[in-house]
C-alpha cells in the first residue's frame, strides 16, 4: 500500500471519528439542555402551584371566620334578637382586579307589640328573604373563592403555613416528576428571611428558584420564596449516563484506528527499509573492502616488500579491516535491537585512547584517498572503560564514516578526535568540517529511520539506522551521546562514558 493511500485512508477514517465524535457530544448537549428546560419548567410550575395554594389557604381562613359571623346573624335573625347585626357584601371591579367591601348593617330593636303587629304576608316574606339571602350566599363562597385577594395586615411569618408548603411543594414535585431533596428559604420582599429549613445547605444555591408569595398584594406585602436542589446536576445529567459507554467505545476505536495506521507506516518503513538494504548492503561493505583491496595493490608493489615495516602495516590493514568486515555483518545482525530486546554486550576492559588509535590508523587510508587529514588529541588520563569491543568499535566507524559521507566539495576533510576527562567520566569527541545539519534536524538525527535531507546530493546511501544504532550501543553502556552542528561549518559529536573505576 502506498503512503499516499495510507494517509489519504487516515485522513478519511479520522475525520470519520471525529464527526462521531462531535455529532455524539452534540447529542449529549441537546440532551442535557432540553433535560435542564423540563426541569425548570416542572420547578416553577411547582413553586407557582404551592405558592397558590398559600393564598387559597388565606382566603379559606377569611371566609371561614365570615361563615361564623353568618351563622350568628342568621341565629339572632330566627330569635329576633334585640340590636341584630348583619353584613353586607358590595363587589367593586375596575377591570384589573376585584375587591369586596363589607359593610355592617344594625337592624334597630323591636317591641313585642310591634312583632306582634306585624302580618303573617311580612312574616313570609321575610322567611323568603331570609332563604333567598343563604342561598345567595353559596354562589357568593364561590365567587369570593376565585376574586377575593386582599392584603392581610398580619406580618408574613404569620400569613404563611411552613408546613402545609413543605407538604404542598413536595407534592407538587412529584406530582411533576421531581422526586429529589431540596432545600427552601422564606424572606419578606426587602430580604429579610423569616425562615430556612432545618438541613439547609448550600450545595447548589447556584441554581436556585424563586416564586413570589400573595403576588396579588401590594409590594411591601409579598414574600419571596427560594428553593434549590443539592443533587439537580446528578439528576439532569442521569439521563445522559447511558452514552457514557458509547462515547468511551468511540475513543477506543479511535485509539486502536490511530494505532494500526502508526503500525501501517512502521511496517511501510520497515519493508523499505529491507528493499534498501538489499539495493546497498554493497555500499556498506564498499569501505573495508576498498581498504584492502588498496592495501593488496600495495603489497604488489616491489618497495614494499623491501620494507619490512611497511608490509607489516599494510598486513595489519588488511587484518584490521577483515575484522571490520566482521563487524558490518555483526552489525547487520544488531537490527534486532531496534525491536526492544537488548544486545549482549561482551564488555572487556579497554582502553578508548588505544581504541581510538586502532581505528584512526584504519581509517586515515580512506580519509586521506579523499584528500582529508586525522588530528587526534588524546588527552584523557584515564581512559579505561568496561565495554564491548565490537560494539564501541563500530560506534566510532559510523562516526567518522558520516564525516566522509557528508564532507564538503569545497574545502578538504578535517576530522578532529578528542579525548578527556570530566566529572570522573571519559570523554570522547569526532569533529568533523562537513556539511552541517540544520538545527531543526539535529534533534533527530538519532532517530531510527530518519535521514537528514541533503539537498542535491544523491550519491549517500543508507537506511537511517546508523546513529540510531550509535545511540542504542552507548546508552547499553550506560553513557550518552549528543550533537552539536552548524550548517556549513561542521557537526561534532561528543560521547561519555563511565570509567572502569567508577563502575
Known amino acids: 500500500m502506498k503512503k499516499y493511500t495510507i494517509l489519504l485512508l487516515g485522513l478519511i477514517m479520522s475525520g470519520s471519528f471525529l464527526a462521531l465524535l462531535s455529532l455524539q457530544v ?25 405558592a397558590h395554594k398559600q393564598e387559597l389557604y388565606e ?20 330569635q329576633g334578637g334585640n340590636g341584630m347585626v348583619t353584613r353586607q357584601y358590595d363587589f367593586k371591579s375596575d377591570g384589573n382586579a376585584s375587591s369586596f367591601e363589607m359593610r355592617t348593617i344594625i337592624i334597630p330593636q323591636r317591641s313585642m307589640a310591634d ?10 316574606l321575610q322567611e323568603t328573604i331570609r332563604n333567598r339571602y343563604i342561598r345567595q350566599r353559596g354562589l357568593m363562597d364561590e365567587v369570593i373563592y376565585k376574586m377575593l385577594y386582599t392584603a392581610s395586615n398580619k406580618p408574613l411569618e404569620q400569613r404563611v403555613d411552613i408546613e402545609a408548603l413543605d407538604r404542598d411543594l413536595q407534592a407538587e414535585l412529584l406530582h411533576n416528576g421531581i422526586d429529589l431533596p431540596y432545600h427552601f428559604t422564606i424572606s419578606t420582599s426587602n430580604g429579610r428571611e423569616i425562615f430556612r429549613c432545618k438541613d439547609y445547605t448550600t450545595d447548589g444555591e447556584e441554581d436556585s428558584y ?64 529491507k528493499n534498501d538494504f538489499i539495493n546497498n548492503m ?18 604488489t608493489d616491489s618497495a614494499v616488500a623491501k620494507s619490512p615495516q611497511m608490509l607489516q602495516h599494510i598486513t595489519g590493514i588488511i587484518s ?13 545482525l544488531q537490527i534486532s535491537l531496534f525491536d526492544g530486546q537488548k544486545a549482549v554486550m561482551k564488555n572487556t576492559e579497554l582502553d578508548v585512547n588505544d581504541l581510538l588509535t586502532g581505528v584512526v590508523n584504519i581509517f586515515a587510508l580512506k580519509v586521506e584517498k579523499n584528500g582529508g587529514t ?36 569545497d574545502e578538504p576533510l578535517r576530522l578532529t578526535i578528542h579525548t578527556w576527562n570530566e566529572n570522573g567520566k571519559c570523554c570522547l569527541s569526532i569533529q568533523d568540517n562537513g556539511i552541517g545539519i540544520k538545527k531543526e534536524n539535529l534533534k533527530r538525527v538519532f532517530d531510527r529511520f530518519y535521514r537528514v535531507h541533503t539537498g542535491n546530493r544523491h550519491d549517500v546511501k543508507g537506511f537511517g539506522l546508523g546513529l540510531a544504532y550509535v545511540k542504542k550501543v552507548i546508552q547499553d553502556h550506560h553513557g550518552s551521546i549528543r550533537a552539536e552542528s552548524e550548517l556549513g561549518v561542521g557537526t561534532k559529536f561528543i560521547i561519555v562514558l563511565p570509567l572502569l573505576n567508577s563502575k
Request: glycine letters at 2%.
Open 374 to 409: 586525522i588530528t587526534t588529541h588524546l588527552e584523557a588520563e584515564d581512559a579505561t572503560i568496561f565495554a564491548d569491543e565490537m560494539h564501541i568499535t563500530n560506534v566510532m566507524f559510523n562516526i567518522m564514516d558520516n564525516a566522509v559521507k557528508y564532507k564538503r566539495d
Open 320 to 332: 584490521d579491516e577483515t575484522k571490520r568486515l566482521r563487524f558490518q555483518v555483526e552489525k547487520v
Open 282 to 299: 554493497t555500499h556498506e561493505f564498499k569501505t573495508p573492502i576498498s581498504t584492502i583491496s588498496l592495501a593488496s595493490q600495495m603489497l
Open 59 to 78: 382566603t379559606m381562613r377569611y371566609l371561614e371566620r365570615d361563615m361564623a359571623e353568618a351563622e350568628i346573624i342568621d341565629r339572632l335573625t330566627r
Open 26 to 50: 452534540r447529542y449529549i448537549e441537546e440532551i442535557v439542555s432540553m433535560r435542564h428546560e423540563q426541569f425548570d419548567e416542572s420547578v416553577k410550575r411547582s413553586l407557582y402551584n404551592a
Open 115 to 124: 312583632k306582634k303587629d306585624i302580618p303573617d304576608a311580612s312574616r313570609s
Open 210 to 273: 424563586t416564586q413570589m408569595l400573595f403576588g396579588n398584594d401590594p409590594p411591601n406585602k409579598m414574600g419571596v420564596l427560594k428553593i434549590h436542589f443539592p443533587t439537580m446536576n446528578s439528576y439532569i445529567f442521569s439521563s445522559v449516563r447511558f452514552m457514557i459507554p458509547a462515547l468511551f467505545f468511540t475513543i477506543v476505536l479511535s485509539i486502536a484506528f490511530i494505532y494500526t495506521i502508526y503500525v501501517l507506516i512502521r511496517q511501510k518503513k520497515v519493508t523499505e527499509l
